[in-house]
């Protein structure tokens, strides 16, 4: 991890609960795509994942970002069902696309990662950048590691009372949104080849 964003701040002496789910050590120490966008972070989030699908499937699937949220759909998708099909021409990646409403995506690399930057909401979620980063074990396994820098927005006064609720907050959805990724990946990759369109 590049210098500025600190994993494992405490507050009163403890660290809040909902900094990490599923990350190891090792996963949390390697540098990050989003590091560059965010240096003097608040706070760095991280979740992770082992999906057993190859990269290209997993990745696939997190470009269907661009049209639905796949984690809680009654809360952040107006009770509308993520698309559980692949939607065609979603997998062509530009950077500056608008994702989720409210992110932009500022960097990709195919099979590998994408990255995004908050450009809306920012009043209420502070600055916040989002590296998910697909990590092969095998031919046919991976992880998906996400990791997420956040300087947590209002006064001073109540930032000790948001970084404990604001992580623990995302943890919530995001751990969600990790497990219909891996179930949604899994099922591509068991279906016939013919319909198994990444």
């Known amino acids: 991890m590049r210098p500025g964003a600190r994993p494992g701040h405490t507050v ?32 760095a989030c991280y979740r992770a994942i082992t999906v057993d699908a190859p990269a290209p499937v997993v990745f696939r699937r997190l470009c269907q970002l661009q049209l639905a949220p796949y984690s809680y759909d009654w809360i952040d998708n107006w009770g509308r069902r993520s698309p559980q099909e692949l939607v065609p021409g979603a997998d062509k990646l530009e950077t500056g696309q608008q994702v989720l409403s409210i992110f932009r995506l500022v960097e990709f690399e195919t099979d590998r990662h994408v990255t995004l930057v908050l450009v809306r909401a920012r009043r209420v979620l502070g600055d916040v950048v989002i590296s998910y980063v697909v990590v092969p074990i095998d031919a046919n396994r991976c992880r998906l590691v996400v990791k997420l820098l956040v300087n947590h927005p209002g006064p001073a006064a ?8 604001g992580p623990l907050g995302d943890l919530v959805m995001m751990r969600r949104q990790l497990l219909n990724f891996k179930g949604l990946a899994e099922r591509d990759a068991a279906a016939p080849s013919d319909d198994a369109k990444f």
């Open 12 to 43: 009163g002496g403890i660290e809040p609960i909902g900094l990490n789910w599923g990350a190891t050590a090792e996963e949390r120490a390697q540098p990050f795509p989003c590091d560059a966008y965010l240096p003097d972070a608040d706070d």
């Open 158 to 165: 109540l930032r000790p009372l948001v970084r404990w609720v």
